[in-house]
């Protein structure tokens, strides 16, 4: 992605106010913000995690959902999951179904920096071979969803905040199966 890709500024209430630099968003005093969460599944009923590049900005180098990201001002939600999957992650994502649609948070990087985002949750399935953007993905794992309940329990500063909060309601919401081999 490019310096001048933009989001989308909102107010208490969700309602947009504006647009400013996704380069220069994310600081100490992160303003209420647009963003989204994708989960990916197979035909296992496994879900993609993804260990987030130690060149990123707010928590490098810990464990995360498939893929997240900001949709520009004025594109759909599903057309910025399928562009953030063919940049994170070089892949085509399809199926893309809404689960989360109210889901927010606001969470402190241990450097400081702010992520305060109004973030729909989608699941979807991708097409194709991964080839991860290195400069946003240091590694990936297909996981189970019951083994990664776990983790979350025993393990919980190894992953990032917001799929912390995010999987207990996946799985209060019936989104995604706790048995391997479970259709999604």
């Given amino acids: 992605m490019n310096a001048t890709e933009m989001v989308?500024?909102?107010?208490?209430?969700?309602a947009p106010i504006g647009e400013?630099?996704?380069?220069?968003?994310?600081?100490l005093d992160t303003p209420l913000h647009l963003a989204f969460s994708c989960y990916?599944?197979?035909d296992a009923g496994e879900v993609l995690l993804t260990r987030r590049?130690?060149?990123?900005?707010?928590?490098?180098g810990?464990?995360?959902?498939s893929f997240c990201g900001h949709p520009g001002p004025g594109e759909?939600?599903?057309d910025a999951v399928l562009r953030r999957a063919q940049f994170e992650l070089g892949v085509d994502a399809?199926?893309?179904?809404?689960?989360?649609p109210h889901f927010r948070y606001r969470a402190v990087d241990p450097t400081g920096i702010v992520e305060n985002e109004i973030c729909p949750v989608y699941l979807a399935r991708i097409t194709g071979v991964l080839k991860p953007n290195p400069a946003?993905?240091?590694?990936?794992?297909?996981?189970?969803?019951?083994?990664?309940?776990?983790?979350?329990?025993?393990t919980p500063s190894a992953f990032s905040p917001w799929l912390g909060l995010q999987f207990p309601e996946l799985l209060q919401a019936n989104a995604l199966p706790l048995q391997a081999g479970a259709e999604a």
Wanted: proline share 7%.
């Fill in 136 to 154: 946003e993905v240091a590694d990936w794992a297909w996981i189970s969803p019951a083994l990664l309940a776990d983790a979350l329990e025993h």
């Fill in 76 to 78: 759909e939600f599903e």
């Fill in 20 to 27: 400013a630099p996704k380069a220069g968003v994310h600081t």
């Fill in 94 to 100: 399809n199926r893309i179904e809404l689960v989360l």
């Fill in 8 to 14: 989308v500024l909102l107010d208490d209430a969700g």
């Fill in 53 to 60: 590049s130690p060149e990123k900005k707010t928590w490098p």
């Fill in 40 to 42: 990916l599944l197979n």
């Fill in 62 to 65: 810990v464990w995360t959902n």
